[in-house]
């Protein structure tokens, strides 16, 4: 548990092989099923202060109250998941901290001197910002706003996870506005 943002809740995976990725984790790992969206609506896209149209396919599923983010990066949009790739990474680039009050909570931690580096929305009440806080991989900070359809997208993840058995271990997105 952090002090500054509380539990871990999800853990993001850049990937160059997302169909990989998924494949190894379900069928070695045991994790799934996977929900995939081989292109996630982000809206009002920033990248270091400049607005970008970004193509990314992710890739969610739960080890126990723990969600794994698996993305690949589909164009050459500047991001931080491209910036972690050419610095020769793979796997763990983010961890992330889901919040009912973003306002409130990005508010509170650029006070204590957290930088925004990308931001982005996600369907109503989905935003999400990544901090400038990488010195090492897998140390960037994602505080992920789970207010609206998100957070129940989340919710039906994780319920999925609980008595999988191993079938279906790919299956599509639901559409946000319909939950």
């Not at 790992?29 to 202060?49: A, K, Q």
């Amino acid at each position: 548990m952090s002090r500054y943002f509380g539990e871990i809740r999800q853990a993001g995976y850049v990937v160059r092989d997302i169909e990989a990725a998924m494949d190894h984790w379900s069928r070695v790992l045991g994790v799934g099923p996977w929900f995939y969206n081989e292109r996630v609506p982000i809206e009002d896209y920033v990248y270091r202060g400049k607005s970008y149209d970004v193509h990314n396919s992710v890739a969610l599923a739960n080890s126990g109250s723990l969600q794994v983010e698996l993305i690949q990066t589909r164009n050459d949009a500047p991001s931080m998941y491209r910036d972690f790739l050419a610095a020769g990474n793979t796997g763990l680039q983010h961890n992330a901290y889901w919040t009912t009050n973003f306002d409130a909570d990005l508010e509170r931690l650029e006070r204590q001197g957290f930088k925004v580096a990308m931001s982005g929305n996600v369907g109503r009440n989905g935003r999400f910002v990544y901090f400038d806080t990488e010195s090492h991989p897998g140390t960037v900070i994602e505080l992920s706003e789970i207010a609206g359809p998100k957070g129940k997208l989340f919710e039906l993840i994780h319920a999925a996870s609980l008595d999988w058995d191993g079938r279906d271990a790919v299956r599509p997105f639901p559409e946000l506005s319909r939950l």
